[in-house]
């Protein structure tokens, strides 16, 4: 994925191409504001557009957001836009949208800025790993797969890496696994949760503390940098570091060593690191409550983790996988096609966790160690409800505004609600909400709950 001013068309490319079936990337081409000229092609599942430099392409609008949309590839050239909230929203035409997908000639106006959708039919999605597995971390689906060709590429360099997604999309077993397939394998692999650094021995916690450093310090202890020596660590929650240890950790990282608190002596330290964050941190650069600094020595590669949600195809392989972990000679487990398919319909707001323990439970709990449906009811669906259940109304903005956004959540919580109860049945849920089928199947497939196999 690129972001550069247009190149010019050689002459020996001006002839029409043909499409190739099915193929072809959406390239977005910025056509009138400060950054016109810039174009980025979708080539990657994801990618991100704002002011930002740490985005995709980079808009320099002061009335676009640090972070304005988030994209996502679809297929033939087409591509799916988010807003991520912004303050002044993103336009199609007189519309205000919050995702909608796009095609070829679509014109869509974020800040002062005209953005147009064009394909490229010559250009290639990335390509996926041909397996299905990378280190302890598995999945089919093509988000995963292309992620795995990521990590095969960068596993064995030395490149810090920072991993972004929701809690329990799998960050720290990604670090595990780049680290197995790095030449630091056999060295230590050291975990640092930033969230729980305790702020008064802070300091003693990374760099250790030499005896009599201060009162208590009875014994030399080794800090967290010296223990990842010759291996990898892996600091999670990075968003949460506090702001004064975040120019220490730079130093560290570009001087490669480091002093014990209350000791003189330089140390020479090597490690590769690898930070994890459930937060988009360029929002917290915008709030200045991270470094641009740090971030860019931590996103030397930077990979996004998607939420199990997003990716359907790899919930029956997940599923009988910790399936086959937990079954025993004595008690081989199996589990149901209808099981499997209504684990698919869920949402997973704690995502492979959540489903490693759903699975855990039941097991348990099944007659003769198959699960069915009815040792799954009631599953899934997080602890707190749904995100969009847990936020109360936004009442910002004009009145209509404000009604349509109310208007797409009931139809968001209910059309869930509904496909849950009738186990995707899209007869049964018809005849339950009395919408017309093909109504109800355009309403689905709007929010991305209608799958073509349903009945
Ligand atoms: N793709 C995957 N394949 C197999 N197991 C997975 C996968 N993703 C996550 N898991 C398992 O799910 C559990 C949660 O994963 P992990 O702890 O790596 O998530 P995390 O993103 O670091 O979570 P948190 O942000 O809450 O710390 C672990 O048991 C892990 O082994």
């Known amino acids: 994925m690129s972001d550069t001013a247009s190149p010019k068309l050689p002459a020996t490319e001006i002839a029409p191409r043909q499409a190739k079936p099915g193929g072809g990337v959406a390239r977005l081409v910025v056509t009138q504001g400060p950054g016109a000229g810039k174009t980025l092609l979708v080539t990657r599942a994801r990618a991100t557009v704002g002011r930002h430099q740490t985005n995709d392409l980079v808009i320099p609008d002061p009335r676009i957001s640090a972070t304005h949309l988030e994209l996502e590839r679809r297929p033939e050239g087409r591509v799916l836009v988010r807003d991520l909230g912004t303050t002044n929203g993103t336009w199609l035409g007189p519309h205000r949208l919050n995702e909608v997908e796009l095609g070829p000639g679509a014109l869509l106006k974020i800040g002062d800025s005209l953005v147009r959708v064009e394909v490229d039919d010559r250009a290639e999605p990335e390509r996926g790993s041909e397996g299905g597995r990378f280190g302890g971390l598995i999945g089919v689906s093509a988000e995963m797969r292309e992620l795995f060709a990521t990590l095969e590429r960068v596993a064995p360099s030395q490149l810090t890496v920072l991993a972004q997604g929701e809690t329990g999309t799998g ?33 003693s916690v990374l760099f ?24 990898t660590l892996f600091i999670d929650e990075i968003g949460e570091l506090p702001m004064d240890l975040q120019p220490k950790l730079l130093r560290v990282l570009e001087s490669r060593t480091f002093s014990r608190v209350g000791g003189h002596e330089i140390i020479p330290v090597d490690f590769r690191l690898i930070a994890a964050t459930h937060r988009d941190l360029r929002a917290e650069i915008e709030a200045h409550r991270f470094r641009e600094d740090l971030y860019f020595r931590l996103a030397e590669a930077r990979v996004f983790l998607p939420p199990l949600r997003a990716r359907p195809a790899d919930i029956p392989l997940l599923a009988r996988h910790f399936l086959e972990e937990l079954s025993t000679s004595e008690r081989p487990l199996s589990i149901t096609e209808e099981a499997l398919r209504s684990l698919t319909l869920r949402k997973w707001p704690g995502n492979v966790r959540e489903l490693r323990n759903v699975i855990a439970r039941a097991a348990a709990l099944c007659q003769d160690g198959t699960i069915t449906e009815n040792d799954l009811a009631g599953e899934g669906f997080g602890f707190r409800g749904s995100e969009a259940e847990r936020e109360p109304l936004d009442l910002q903005g004009t009145f209509a505004e404000a009604k349509a ?16 109860r009738c186990g995707g049945n899209l007869s049964k849920a018809s005849r339950q909400a009395d919408v017309a089928r093909n109504h109800l199947r355009a309403l689905l497939k709007k929010r991305g709950l209608y799958d073509p196999g349903d009945t």
Request: aromatic content about 6%; charged content about 30%; glycine content about 10%.
């Open 208 to 231: 250790g503390h030499e005896r009599g450093a201060f009162t208590g310090a009875d014994a030399r202890h080794i800090g967290t940098f010296e223990r990842a020596h010759g291996g």
């Open 171 to 203: 960050k720290e077993e990604l670090a595990r696994a780049i680290h197995k397939h790095s030449p630091r394998s056999e060295g230590p692999f050291v975990v640092l949760d930033a969230a729980t650094i305790p702020p008064t021995l802070a300091e």
């Open 405 to 420: 956004r109310a208007i797409d959540r009931f139809e968001r919580a209910y059309l869930d609600a509904l496909v849950r």
